[in-house]
Nanobody, 126 residues
Framework: VQLQASGGGLVQAGTSLTLSCTTSGPTASRSALAWFRQAPGKEREFVATISRNAGNTDYAASVKGRFTISKNNARNTVYLQMSSLKPDDTAVYYC????????????????????WGQGTLVTVSS
């Protein structure tokens, strides 16, 4: 299973950016998916997750109301739409996949995910 994240870049505070993560094969349709991020000097933290059936989502408190996670099984892709970006959102963003037969549960811990993308850097300037 391979995940390829893209869409990062340098943006100004208050603007929007959408990250994409394409999975190999039908991984997206068979997995719960998530985004995590790691800022310089900090530990990796949970950002958002979506259940296998895409019916449930959850977000970190710091991004709730600003970020939206979604997925397109036909394109084997998970997205993270980010709006009202803040300098504190600056980090390397990683997508992750957890193969599961359970369609509804959400997973917020990095240790629950077996597959990871390489990360894409988002820098938000003030």
């Amino acid at each position: 299973v391979q995940l390829q994240a893209s869409g990062g870049g340098l943006v100004q505070a208050g603007t929007s950016l959408t990250l994409s993560c394409t999975t190999s094969g039908p991984t997206a349709s068979r997995s719960a998916l998530a985004w995590f991020r790691q800022a310089p000097g900090k530990e990796r933290e949970f950002v958002a997750t979506i259940s296998r059936n895409a019916g449930n989502t959850d977000y970190a408190a710091s991004v709730k109301g600003r970020f939206t996670i979604s997925k397109n099984n036909a394109r084997n892709t998970v997205y993270l739409q980010m709006s009202s970006l803040k300098p504190d959102d600056t980090a390397v963003y990683y997508c992750a996949a957890k193969n599961t037969i359970l369609t509804a549960p959400l997973y917020v811990h990095a240790s629950e995910y077996a597959y990871w993308g390489q990360g894409t850097l988002v820098t938000v300037s003030s």
